[in-house]
């Protein structure tokens, strides 16, 4: 096979670039950052998340249905974690970081969440969410709906890297953002990563040489050269705090509180956490000396979110980035015959963060004795909490609304009137 021929020009251009790099990265890059913008961050728990086992009732009739309808998956109320100010629902005994958050109020719980058209395909009802729609008049939309968020309300400036999907795939919510930034891992971020490093600085430029034309898609590979470039400067710190988790998710979101802390101008985020689907051998409370899938999903998100609090907090940030965390849907009401639970339709959100109206539940609660074919009722569209949080945290207009919610007008907070989130 014939080798590969580098000229000596390309050579001595690779250098000097790499050298250029190092010298003067925050002059090249952080020229655009936005110091203290807002940043909103999507959590989205795919597979369909359990409400029921999260936050568990534990009164009433809701507790005798929900009792009766998992007579081996129900969590016993002494296992139960309390929630100030209510002695009806409680948390997942492998949720404590979490209940630690909400009795802080720094955490917001909104029930019979999600799509308001009915959708049991994964697929669907995360593509639905993810482009902002509800109806399949607008599945032509092919835009996503982080990126239509940004287009709608442009911040000052120019941000280096707008939003940001620390995921393993591009995700539906950023399709149509040309300068979005997917990126697992900073450490892995690079074209010829199993390359010796003597050898990166030619890759670098004969990848940025090979996009140097005038099409689309040679502005695509600029893109993603400049991000790589931009990423290697910030010399991202690679040891996850322990008081994250040690998953992959844990390292995801520790890239997102990086990122947003070195003032790039992120203004949305999203990281991916999937794995919920859970037909069979679900398990309820923990048992000691043993685990079961949700329990250890349960933990390592509560850690994760926990130790993503604790590091905005301690940084004087918690203010500035709002979080929410969602999933396609919930899952029916009564356990299956394989241990688990089958597709449902009302689910939870989670809203995190200082400017959050924490320590509550918001919106109304349908119950367990009012259910649509076996399912928590959905009663809070999933595009009235997002429009809240853009609204309220990231100074959109309810105009602006329109181009992000194509046939959806908004008609003000979920619940009461008083909102998830403190307007500002």
Known sequence: MKGI??????????????????????????????????????????????????????????????????????????????????SDFGLHPSAPGLRQLYNDSKLAIVRGFGLPTS??????????????????ADNSI??????????????????????????GTTPTSVLGMPTAVTMSSPTTFKLGSGLQNKWQPIVDVATG?????????????????YSMELVKAQAYEPVVPAYYGTSTFSSQLFTVFQTIQKNLGCTYA?????????????????????TNFFSDMLIDLSTALSGFYQDLES?????????????EFGRRVEENGSGGTDH????????????????????????????????????????????????????????ALTEVFPSYAYTGPIGDGNGVFRAG
């Open 142 to 167: 092919s835009t996503g709906l982080l990126t239509r968020a940004y287009s709608a309300n442009l911040p000052t400036g120019e941000p280096a890297m707008p939003i940001l999907a620390a995921c």
């Open 344 to 399: 449902g339709r009302g689910g939870i959100a989670l809203a995190l963060g200082g400017a959050v109206n924490g320590g509550k539940m918001h919106g109304s609660w349908p119950g367990l004795n009012d259910l649509d074919g076996g399912n928590v009722k959905v009663v809070n569209d999933y595009r009235q909490l997002v429009a809240e949080a853009l609204v309220d945290q990231m100074g959109h207009s309810t105009a």
């Open 5 to 86: 021929e580098i000229s000596r020009r390309t050579f001595m251009k690779a250098s000097c670039l790499t050298a250029a790099a190092v010298a003067a990265p925050h002059f090249i890059f952080n020229a655009y950052a936005t110091k203290g913008g807002k940043t909103l961050v999507v959590v989205f728990l795919r597979g369909g998340f359990d409400a029921l086992n999260f936050l568990v009732p534990l009164t009433g009739a809701d507790r005798t249905t929900y009792e009766a309808a998992r007579p081996t998956l129900q969590i016993p109320k002494a296992d139960v974690l309390s929630l100030a100010g209510t």
């Open 209 to 225: 040489e090979l996009w140097a034309g005038p099409t689309n898609y040679d502005a695509g590979g600029t893109n993603a050269v």
């Open 315 to 327: 940084n004087g940030m918690q203010d500035q980035v709002t979080t929410l965390v969602y999933s």
């Open 119 to 136: 959708d049991l395909s994964h697929f669907d009802a995360q593509s639905k969410i993810e482009r902002g729609i509800v109806d399949i």
């Open 270 to 290: 999203q990281i991916d956490k999937g794995g919920w689907d859970s037909h069979s051998n679900q398990g309820g409370a923990v048992i000691e000396g043993s």
